[in-house]
């Protein structure tokens, strides 16, 4: 046939880890915990089961789920969602992003992306006839040049996507970031897509600055967010997406012949256990030991690093050991030393010439040592 996307192949995350699974390597490369999510909440599901939600949930999600996703949301950031109109249970952030896209873009718009970027994008885009704007992060510190931002907006420009806290970098955007896009936006009709679906991993007592925080943002933003990421299961494809009413309103007329509703079960058990803030709360904690774990474990390596500042990725640079380019290195690793990464500039076209490989530290303390003793050896 004739492709729509004929510059894709299949994505990083497919490759590396069958690549692991044939070498039988440790996989540190697609994002995903390798320890299980909270036995109280599987057991919501079955009981989700057993009492019978087991037949399509309404389209836009169950409202008992929306209610404490709006409620959690507003007490957090200080917004004013309304369940019954700006929330909507997607599957997974991914079905958000899709479905936002799909929502928002016409042929011939201009969508802003920073780079390295998240891979579901950029495809998203190309299939509804948009075309990307990319934004390089500047090269240290993955921060965003605003002046650069405000340069490349012009009439067609439909939407700037950001994603804080960011993969694969693991930097956050300050609030200082979330006000020069509010002032750049501010008197245009451009949508922001926020991708948030690490909102509740983020280190060393900063705040995530959700756009929801920012009445010029939240105006014209869809939020997304995954419950893949905050509660350890990634394969139930649970999210959701938040945006003021109108456009939520589009966004539905969409989403019911995308995939009608989400899984029903898994919103009744979510519902429940979101009743407990310590269950998303403790997260940044949770995961801020693992990171800690990983560098300790790797202080003595020959590859340098700034902490991530969020997310479950830390990237590693690799320029004191080798002067291969990153796919190669990180299938060497795979095959040589059996740990497997993610090579950085499959998300990042200009950059090939950085010696960086993200590694996932959402693994058991056991896991993460020995991930440090190998790269260690490297
Ligand atoms: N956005 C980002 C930045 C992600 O890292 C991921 C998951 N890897 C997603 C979206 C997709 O989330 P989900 O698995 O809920 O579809
Ligand atoms: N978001 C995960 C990551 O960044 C992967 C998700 C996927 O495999 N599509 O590694």
Redesign the pocket.
């Known amino acids: 046939i004739n492709s729509k996307l004929p510059e894709v192949s299949t994505t990083i995350f497919t490759v590396m880890s069958k690549m692991a699974n044939e070498y039988n390597a440790m996989n540190l490369s697609q994002?995903f915990p390798n320890f299980e999510a909270s036995p109280e909440l599987i057991n919501l599901v079955t009981y989700a089961m057993h009492k019978g939600y087991n037949q399509y949930a309404p389209m836009p999600g169950l409202l008992s789920l929306r209610d404490i996703i709006a409620e959690k949301t507003n007490s957090i950031h200080a917004s004013d969602y309304h369940p019954e109109t700006e929330v909507t249970i997607t599957s997974?952030?991914?079905?958000a992003?899709f479905t936002i896209i799909a929502t928002c873009i016409h042929p011939g718009d201009e969508v802003i992306i920073f780079k390295p970027a998240?891979d579901?994008y950029e495809p998203s885009v190309e299939l509804f006839g948009g075309t990307i704007v990319p934004i390089q992060l500047k090269t240290a510190d993955f921060t965003v040049n605003w002046k650069e931002v405000q340069e490349k907006i012009t009439p067609k420009t439909k939407m700037v996507i950001i994603?804080t806290p960011h993969?694969p970098s693991g930097s956050v955007f300050s609030k200082e970031d979330m006000l020069q896009l509010e002032t750049l936006l501010k008197d245009t009709d451009i949508i922001l897509l926020s991708?948030e679906?690490?909102e509740h991993i983020i280190f060393d007592n900063v705040e995530h600055q959700s756009a929801a925080r920012f009445p010029g943002l939240v105006e014209r933003a869809f939020i997304t967010a995954?419950f893949?990421?905050t509660f350890h299961t990634?394969g139930w494809?649970m999210?959701y997406c938040l945006a003021p009413k109108e456009l939520m309103a589009e966004f539905r007329k969409v989403h019911q012949f995308n995939v009608f509703c989400s899984n029903h079960p898994m919103q009744y058990a979510l519902a429940e256990y979101l009743k407990t803030p310590e269950n998303y709360l403790s997260l940044s904690n949770f995961y801020q030991e693992k990171r800690d774990l990983f560098l300790s474990c790797i202080k003595d390596s020959r590859f340098t690093f700034t902490p991530a500042a969020g997310t479950y990725f830390q990237l590693l640079n690799y320029a004191e050991i080798t002067n291969e380019g990153d796919v190669a290195f990180a299938e060497r690793l795979t095959k040589e030393h059996n740990i497997a990464s993610i090579p950085v500039s499959v998300f990042n076209l200009n950059r090939q010439d950085n010696k960086v490989l993200r590694f996932c530290f959402a693994k058991t303390d056991d896991t993460l040592r020995r991930a440090g003793d190998i790269l260690c050896r490297v």
């Open positions: 994002g997974g952030a991914t079905q992003i998240y579901c994603n993969n991708d679906v690490y995954s893949g990421k990634t494809k999210g």
